[in-house]
């Protein structure tokens, strides 16, 4: 895998997993129990868009988009029992995964999947990819969310419930990972609904990753 991924479409990626109530937190700013094992879901590689100072178009007629925040991480070789997480992830970014959150609340409340309210067009976005230089050198470092240039999100991988070990373990094992494979791995408390016009910028360690401007489809 390169590098540098960041002029990559999203017809290099594959599977997009995505790890749900990752962050206490978050879990209880929705009235959600803390999973006893990584809570897992999927997006279509449909749903990704780069942030590139562009406009980020989201549904406008189906109830409150919230953003979410989160880690993501790519995946640069295929798994293999008891692989270390330095040697499967190549790179890193800081992408929102999207989410109709009244869609998602009837869907729960029914008991169906999530697809409706996680998996729509520009639902999982990325920023700028940055080289994977090991856990230590991520819990250094804190990541988030500036919503017209006001902090409404920040998070560490040291406060996930489950860890990126555990993480990639658990698919690898259950579902199988191999280069192209992203993984969204939770988001922080903080969340909120979007509206248009909104400036969105993810950032890692201070250092901006991508930008967009909201606009209601």
């Not at 803390?34 to 100072?53: L, N, Y």
């Not at 499967?88 to 998602?104: H, M």
């Not at 192209?180 to 910028?201: C, R």
Request: aromatic content about 8%; some cysteine.
């Amino acid at each position: 895998m390169s590098e540098n991924r960041a002029h990559l479409t999203p017809l290099d990626f594959r599977n997009i997993y995505c790890v749900g109530r990752n962050y206490r937190l978050h879990a209880a700013e929705l009235g959600n129990e803390v999973p006893t094992s990584p809570m897992i879901f999927t997006k279509p590689t449909h749903a990704v868009i780069e942030m590139t100072d562009g406009s980020l178009i989201v549904p406008g007629s189906q109830g409150s988009v919230h953003y979410e925040a989160e880690l993501v991480f790519a995946v640069g070789r295929t798994y293999e029992a008891r692989i270390d997480c330095g040697e499967l992830l190549s790179s890193f970014t800081v992408g929102l995964d999207l989410t109709l959150r009244d869609v998602q609340e009837r869907l729960k409340a029914k008991g169906q999947p999530w697809l409706a309210a996680k998996g729509f067009r520009n639902s999982a976005t990325l920023g700028r990819w940055k080289d994977f230089q090991g856990m230590n050198a991520m819990e250094e470092q804190d990541f988030g969310l500036r919503i017209n240039d006001k902090e409404v999100q920040r998070g560490n991988v040291r406060d996930m419930v489950f860890d990126l070990q555990t993480i990639i373990d658990f698919i690898g094992q259950n579902y199988g990972l191999a280069a192209g494979d992203l993984i969204y791995t939770g988001t922080p408390a903080g969340v909120g609904s979007l509206n248009e016009g909104d400036l969105l910028e993810v950032w890692w360690n201070e250092e901006s990753l991508g930008r967009a401007q909201v606009k209601m489809g």
